[in-house]
Each structure stands twice: as C-alpha cells, then as structure tokens.
Nanobody
Framework: QVQLVESGGGLVQAGGSLRLSCAAS????????MGWFRQAPGKEREFVAA????????FYSDSVKGRFTISRDNAKNTVYLQMNSLKPEDTAVYHC????????????????WGQGTQVTVSS
C-alpha cells in the first residue's frame, strides 16, 4: 500500500534551516505530483509547496516563497523541502502528500498523506 514517511523535523532557532524528507513507497512515485502542507495548533491545514511529477515545475505559498525549496529525486522515491530563514510562524506539523491534484495547492485533491513531522522554530 501507499506509504509516505516524513523525517527531518526538529527544533531550530529563528533564522536557521531544516531539510525535510518524505520517503514514498507502494506506488509509482515518478508519476505523482507531491506536495508539502503544514498545520499549526488551532489552525487549518495550509499549503506550503508542491512539485509536478517531472520536477520541472514547483509552486510555493507566498509565506514561504524565497525561503523554502521543494525538490524530488525520482530514483530515490523521495521529495524534499529545504527550509531556510525559518521564522517562529513556520512552527507546525509538516505533511507530505501525493496524488494527481487538479490544483497543486488544494489539499483535498491529494489522495495520500504522511503522518507528518514536527517543526518548531524558537524566537
């Protein structure tokens, strides 16, 4: 079955960096779009970044544009999220998602989700 396993979260000071990974299995990874979403306590899930199956196109929310970079390695069935210049407001559980979304920034368009990894940014 489909499995998405995130890793790389942790506690970091504001201005620091983290690199999240999402290892995928159980499906043909190279044909799926992949997305990263986050959810902070008491808030709705929020789109962060997404990348098309080929890796040729990537998209970002305005809140992370210029600081975060999404990439994928189809040979390793893994998608990454490089997060630089982290801010306390980036604190959330980060989930990766896989699917064939009509809209890359719409969570309900993705069929499969990982359990998430906690990112905490201290001020």
């Amino acid at each position: 079955q489909v499995q998405l396993v995130e890793s790389g979260g942790g506690l970091v000071q504001a201005g620091g960096s983290l690199r999240l990974s999402c290892a995928a299995s159980g499906f043909t990874f190279s044909t799926y779009a992949m997305g990263w979403f986050r959810q902070a306590p008491g808030k709705e899930r929020e789109f962060v970044a997404a990348i098309r199956w080929s890796g040729g196109s990537s998209f970002y929310s305005d809140s992370v544009k210029g600081r975060f970079t999404i990439s994928r390695d189809n040979a390793k069935n893994t998608v990454y999220l490089q997060m630089n210049s982290l801010k306390p407001e980036d604190t959330a559980v980060y989930h990766c998602a896989a699917g064939y979304p009509s809209r890359l920034d719409r969570g309900r368009d993705y069929g499969d989700w990982g359990q998430g990894t906690q990112v905490t940014v201290s001020s």
